[in-house]
């Protein structure tokens, strides 16, 4: 299409910013999670994440000093000072101020406005003020309202909370290190169980080999909500009960035909002759599988290390139905943020935080590893 | 025990012990049982051969059955058992009629339908669209690397990243959901018609038509008497069956489209998206389909870069504009891997639990058959009907199955 002249311009702009477009309606709502998960509790509340990289316009009621603080000269009463020292909070520079609560933005820094009769008020933008008065004042300081721009604030205290804070209802910590032990065991076994069986299903020769790939391949679309209570039961009868082992075995199963589908895929494809030559020079089945078939399927091997790992990492409902049992001590992060959705669904700021926790380790695993996740893919589809 | 322990432990151990049985085993069965050596050396030799697979198998096939096929038979069993105290009792397809006289039932039903159709649709095309148009520029790596990232989101992830998205607050509070957001600038004016009545309008017409041409192109061939082989009466169903899920949809897109253009929008009122009844479906999809494009489009776009170059310079070379290349060039091409990706997805939607479960649970009619199952096994109790409902979803699978094992079959010889 590029070699068109003509045809070029025009459509490569527009294609361009269609994608930007689309990326920009793909990367938005995490990145909306992401900036909320840094905000406070009143941030979230109070505006949009989206404007929360802005610079916030914020009203804020103010006094002058107490009257007693009044000086007389030259026939009136004068009170200076800052407004923000009063208050003792950190000056923001003022863009319009007011003196009733009716019209908060009257006046603009160094105007003079007159709050009663025969007084008079000026603020200039550091927050300093001059407020005289023809008669004593009595009673508190004269009422300001000045709105400032106020700059974007992020803050680490969600994390803390979530993640140090030791309460029970919102620490992810330990959920955390439950979905760690879940995860590994179940990422590294299949694969060596898968590995030796794709190793007989690529290159040994069996009667019935054709039909156990069909099966293979038949088992790979079997929902695993079939499994949940025949194996409950089982494991219920065998006395594993609801634990870790029996979330270690169910993942296990449920990885297996993709682990075999995807590495013998793969070892067909490894060159016969380096295999035959091993044969002949008198190496035996387990020394080819462990010196040559190993090393050179690391890629597929790195695929399906990345599936399984996402997947079990991710997963919710085998950890409810295998894992998980009444005392909640063995709690994984997905789970915990269900509870979270439900006890905390006002709370943003503790969900957007415990949510991105959980997220946070499959995305670096995703990023660091994103080539082997697309060859896995391809392999595992494109047949 | 500490689990983080226990855990390296485990692997330890289970990886330990993977290693030493397959180890071990090929020692017994090369040194003890069939020793090659002695006089019968070369038939102990065969005979070692012959066992050898088996071992390297074994592992793998005691787990696939365990996990997989055995429950697909115990899960049939105990979908025709009412569960008694101590034991089970045969009640034939009482589980069954049960299920289909509950009107959740057929929620879960209907909306599992809607998603079979909309989420890989979009995703589908989506993706197609996203690999062809990033095929060719300079930074569509980066572009498609973002667009795959919710790959690696959990669905429970994805869940709370949505409801941030769909976050209602009261009418003249700020609102922090950015969907509610931009509703909000909606007025009810000309451009409020055009982005919220004429544009859902027109695609609501362009899927109803395009479905209801599917589905004329389904059943056209029963009536046409055309030389060659008679249909088979599977065909046959088939065909029928596609028709009516046509006509279904038809329907669907047409009751839509009249309650589209009939109904007044609430604009300037704050929605809660997720208890709009129907139209939350949609809104839990979205999810769904945010995950699944990046998925479409790494696998399109492997395959639009398999395309021939020849086949595209002819096409230039003959005068096609980009639409056409694209239509009726690359996408022909690709057919085959684009049936792949939808009957992936689909599986994928079939089994979709975690998104409805985080959300809204079923509730405001937005049930899905996986989470309709989990609400029976685990919430009432009900063996039973869980189990019939699990084989719903074992059934609407089983074509896939089918289909994937025959094309298996057809690639290996």
Known sequence: ?383 | MNPALQGLLTIVFGVGGCVAYFYFSNIFLDKVLFPARGENAGRNINRANMVRPWLFLFPALFVLGLYLAYPVVETMRLSLTERVPGGSVWVGLDNYTQMASEPKFWEAMSNNLLWLVVVPAASTAFGLLVAQLTDRIGWGAFAKSLIFMPMAISFVGAAVIFKLVYDTRPAGAEQIGILNAVWLTFDGGVWSVIVLKIVPALLILAFGAAVAYLGYIAVRPMWQSRPGPRMGAAAMILRVILAIVALWLVWTSVSGLISLLSATPPYGVPQTWLTIPFYNNFFLMIVLVWIQTGFAMVILSAALRGIPEETVEAAIVDGANPFQIFFQIKVPQIMSTIVVVWTTITIVVLKVFDIVFAMTNGQWETQVLANYMYDKLFRANDWGVGSAAAMVIMLMVTPILVWNVYNARKEMR
């Open chain 1, 1 to 383: 299409m590029d070699n068109i002249a003509g045809t070029k311009s025009s459509l490569t702009w527009a294609v361009h910013i269609s994608v930007a477009l689309l990326v920009l309606l793909w990367v938005f709502p995490t990145v909306g999670l992401l900036v909320s998960s840094f905000r406070t509790a009143d941030q979230i509340s109070s505006s949009g994440w989206w404007k929360s990289m802005f610079p916030a316009e914020q009203t804020l009621q103010l006094r002058t000093a107490g009257t007693d603080e009044a000086v007389q000269a030259d026939g009136v009463w004068v009170i200076e000072g800052n407004l923000y020292d009063v208050e003792g909070i950190d000056p923001l520079p003022i863009s319009t101020w007011g003196v009733s609560s009716r019209d908060v933005a009257a006046f603009v820094p160094g105007d003079e406005a007159a709050p009663g009769d025969g007084e008079t008020m000026v603020v200039q933008e550091n927050g300093d003020y001059v407020y005289t008065s023809a008669e004593e004042p009595s009673g508190r300081g004269q009422r300001v309202f000045v709105t400032a721009s106020v700059p974007p604030e992020f803050t680490l205290d969600n994390y803390e909370q979530v993640l140090f804070s030791g309460n029970t209802t919102d620490s992810m910590a330990k959920a955390f290190f439950n979905t760690l032990t879940v995860t590994i065991p179940a990422t590294i076994i299949p694969i060596l169980v898968a590995a030796f069986a794709a190793y007989a299903l690529a290159w040994m020769d069996f009667p019935g080999r054709a039909l156990l790939i069909a099966a293979i391949v038949a088992l790979l679309v079997v929902p695993l909500q079939l499994a949940l209570i025949p194996l409950l039961k089982l494991h219920t009868d065998i006395g594993i009960g609801k634990g870790y082992v029996g979330v270690w075995l169910a993942h296990t199963g449920f990885g297996m035909p993709l682990a075999i589908y995807l590495l013998r895929n793969y070892m067909v494809g490894l060159p016969r002759d380096i295999i035959e030559n091993a044969k002949v020079d008198g190496a035996t089945d387990f020394q080819i599988f462990t010196k040559i078939i190993l090393p050179l399927s690391f890629p597929a091997l790195a695929s399906f290390a990345i599936f399984q790992f996402l997947w079990t990492w991710n997963d919710l409902l085998v950890a409810i139905v295998f894992l998980i049992d009444a005392t909640g001590d063995t709690t994984v992060m997905t789970r915990q943020i269900v509870e979270l959705l439900g006890t905390r669904g006002g709370n943003w700021e503790i969900l957007a935080t415990a949510a991105f926790v959980s997220i946070a380790v499959p995305l670096v695993v995703f990023f660091a590893m994103q080539r082997y996740l697309v060859r896995g893919l391809l392999a595992g589809s494109v047949k």
